[in-house]
């Protein structure tokens, strides 16, 4: 894919959606961090309806690390993979406590030593929380990337580190979300709706269903 055609696909994903954003609940890097690692193999709604009881009664290192495994267990019990999502919680929440002075550090090795914390999750929060250009590669973005041509890889890592050092500049710190949303709710893995897609005459897919 061609730098201009890239261009023209980013200007049309800003102008549709100027601020895009996670659809994870959260006011704080911490919830942000909480909520991510909950994520995993889990709905976006799904972990927003168990953040919304959890986080009254508990949304800080110490709170949560005072529910205790069994206790935090029970208050995201409705998430998939619940018990070892609260074991890696409850670990994560001693080491900010610890090594961190309740802080999220805003480093990928600080995040990256956490329990439960991959370079997909340090990706997210560095991105959201703290307004780094990174690239979260989840199954969306990868299969957008690979689909309309922005960048093909065999890899999650491949296809980061293609599409950090081919996005322009000005469309990074962004560049995440977009990807995101526009594989979750248009370029979907089964039935991609290209007939309603704004990028369909600029994405490289062969067989788009619905347009001829």
């Known amino acids: 894919m061609n730098p201009a055609k890239r261009h023209a696909i980013f200007s049309r994903l800003r102008a549709a959606n100027p601020h895009p954003t996670t659809e994870l609940e959260y006011s704080t890097p911490f919830e942000l961090l909480v909520a991510v690692v909950l994520s995993a193999q889990s709905t976006d709604k799904g972990v927003n309806l168990a953040t919304r009881r959890l986080f009254p009664k508990a949304n800080t290192p110490e ?49 990256e030593a956490l329990p439960g914390v991959g370079r997909k ?5 560095l991105n959201t929380a703290f307004g ?12 957008v990337a690979n689909r309309t041509g922005l960048a093909p890889g065999k890899t999650v890592l491949e296809v980061e580190k293609k599409l950090l050092k081919t996005i322009p500049a000005e469309f990074r710190i962004d560049a995440h979300h977009w990807l995101i949303l526009h594989g979750r709710y248009t370029c979907q893995a089964r ?20 347009l001829v």
């Open 63 to 111: 709170a949560i690390h005072a529910l205790g495994e069994a206790g935090l267990a029970d208050a995201i019990k409705t998430i998939g993979l619940y018990k070892s999502k609260a074991r890696h919680l409850i670990a994560t929440c001693r080491m900010l406590i610890e090594l961190h002075h309740s802080s999220v550090p805003a480093e990928r090795a600080a995040l």
């Open 121 to 125: 999750t340090a990706n997210v929060i």
């Open 132 to 143: 780094q250009p990174t690239m979260a590669v989840d199954t969306h973005i990868f299969r």
């Open 191 to 210: 039935k991609p709706k290209c007939a309603e897609c704004i990028i369909a005459d600029l994405c490289e897919f062969k067989s788009k269903p619905g």
